[in-house]
T-cell receptor, first 113, second 116 residues
Framework: AQKVTQAQTEISVVEKEDVTLDCVYE???????LFWYKQPPSGELVFLIR??????QNEISGRYSWNFQKSTSSFNFTITASQVVDSAVYFC??????????FGKGTRLSVIA | GAGVSQSPSNKVTEKGKDVELRCDPI?????LYWYRQSLGQGLEFLIY????????KSGLPSDRFSAERTGGSVSTLTIQRTQQEDSAVYLC??????????????FGPGTRLTVL
């Protein structure tokens, strides 16, 4: 069965600090896709990134970067020089086995000015 | 282009009443999903549609919940005889297709349901 674990329930950092959100996944499929979504206080989930299981290349997008490691079944998300606007709940999700997306329980990030 | 829209944005109802929640997916998206998010909790998958067909209804919490999709577009989630534990935000999402690289889901703003 597919499973996504986000062990960090809440994280609080001071503005400009770097912060890493952890995501560990479980699947028996060799082909799968991993996602990160952001849910700001307004409530609407925003898609951030999709990564397929054949592409372990890390990705950077501005202050955001993602570290995909199949050896540890992890897909961690780092925000560099955090800003107050980064405050949100972040969800990691897994697609595999032709079943609907499985979401982690989310990590609530608070960035304090 | 327009994103996923949901209506109403807020719904307050009395226990025992029926409610209908509507979702308009992104035009051209064949897959549509319903989730429920209770206060401060993660996303609970309810049901998805590929076209007008719902292959997996296992996520529906009880037989009071049902959903349909017509014309491969609009979907309605119906909750009969609402209970207080049904209070939550109901989120709808759509994707180009169901599966694989097309499973990038775009979410609507949600309907906040409060059952008194």
């Amino acid at each position: 069965a597919q499973k996504v674990t986000q062990a960090q329930t809440e994280i609080s950092v001071v503005e400009k600090e770097d912060v890493t959100l952890d995501c560990v996944y479980e699947t028996r499929d060799t082909t799968y896709y991993l996602f990160w979504y952001k849910q700001p206080p307004s409530g609407e989930l925003v898609f951030l990134i999709r990564r397929n299981s054949f592409d372990e290349q890390n990705e950077i997008s501005g202050r955001y970067s993602w570290n995909f490691q199949k050896s540890t079944s992890s897909f961690n998300f780092t925000i560099t020089a955090s800003q107050v606007v980064d405050s949100a709940v972040y969800f990691c999700a897994l697609y595999s086995g032709n079943t609907p997306l499985v979401f982690g329980k989310g990590t609530r990030l608070s960035v304090i000015a | 282009g327009a994103g996923v829209s949901q209506s109403p944005s807020n719904k307050v109802t009395e226990k025992g009443k029926d409610v209908e929640l509507r979702c308009d997916p992104i035009s051209g998206h064949t897959a549509l999903y319903w989730y429920r998010q209770s206060l401060g909790q993660g996303l609970e998958f309810l049901i998805y549609f590929q076209g007008n067909s719902a292959p997996d209804k296992s996520g529906l919490p009880s037989d009071r919940f049902s959903a349909e999709r017509t014309g491969g577009s609009v979907s309605t989630l119906t909750i009969q005889r609402t209970q207080q534990e049904d209070s939550a935000v109901y989120l709808c999402a759509s994707s180009l297709y169901f599966g694989g690289q097309y499973n990038e889901q775009f979410f609507g703003p949600g309907t906040r349901l409060t059952v008194l």
